[in-house]
């Protein structure tokens, strides 16, 4: 049996975790495992030590310790500004432009059909650095061919630092390089003296977006439906089958009875049956629709 508090090395990684700068122990990993899947939903696979290492390296540093249990000792007294680097430092935040680029025609025709409706509300719950809803945003303006829409989009995360990117909206050439040039230029500007090349979203678009951070694991949101569109892509997968029903029966009421729900690429809500049912490929609908507004 393994002791908890001996140093955590898989035999084959001796010699690399000798070379570690902070002492890691197993009972350390246990407890940054429970405490991110108490405060955010995430669950860390036991196979995920060196990814908790090398995120967590660097709060040590900054802060000048030298073990893991000195810096849990400071996040049990619920340092608050800890807290967030914290749970910033375990979310994985990968995102890009019209990523699954085929929600983005289904969301246009699904819009067209809402025409002349006096508000249109979607949010996106994990909005990330922001290319998701700046993409749902593109595809409002391309839909209706207009800025002035009655429109409006919530976009939510969990992690302040990303949010605060996606706040800026300004973008290095690499994470727009894919976008075909007449959506460059419709919706982007280079960024006035920067010296990178980046490109900085129009106030026009950016207008359309709220940016605000929210825990799916919170108990109040402070979201007011009716929805009509809820983008939650490639978050759920961070969480167990529990954490992901409630949340999704949390999404019913707030939706509007013909509202979609999008989900990410490995994402599958089937076994949700009773709250929502497949629309069209990780697009999902309602299930009773004479149960909501
Ligand atoms: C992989 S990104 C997905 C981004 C985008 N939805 C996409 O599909 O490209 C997952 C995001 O979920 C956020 N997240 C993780 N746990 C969360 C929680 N409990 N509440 C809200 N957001 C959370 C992370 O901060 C991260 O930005």
Redesign the pocket.
Known sequence: MIANNVPLVKPSLQRESDKREFVFTLADFEQIRKLIYEH???LLSSTKQDMVYSRLARRLRERGLKTFSEYLAILKQSDKAEWEEFVNSL??????FF??PHHFPILGEYLKKLHGKPSIKIW??????G??PYSIAMTVVETFNNFNVPVSIFA????TK?LATASKGVYAPDRVDRLPRERLSRFFVKTAGSSDGSFSVRPELRRLINFQR????EPNWGVHGPLDVI?????MI??DKPTQYKILKRFVPLMDRNGLLFA?HSESFLYASDLFHLQGKTVYELANKGMVR
């Open positions: 955010a939903g995430i979310t994985t935040n990968l995102t890009s990523r699954e996106c719950c994990a909005s990330s650095t290319e998701e939510s995360d969990l992690d990303v929210l825990n799916l694991l983008f939650c892509r490639n978050i961070y969480f990410g």
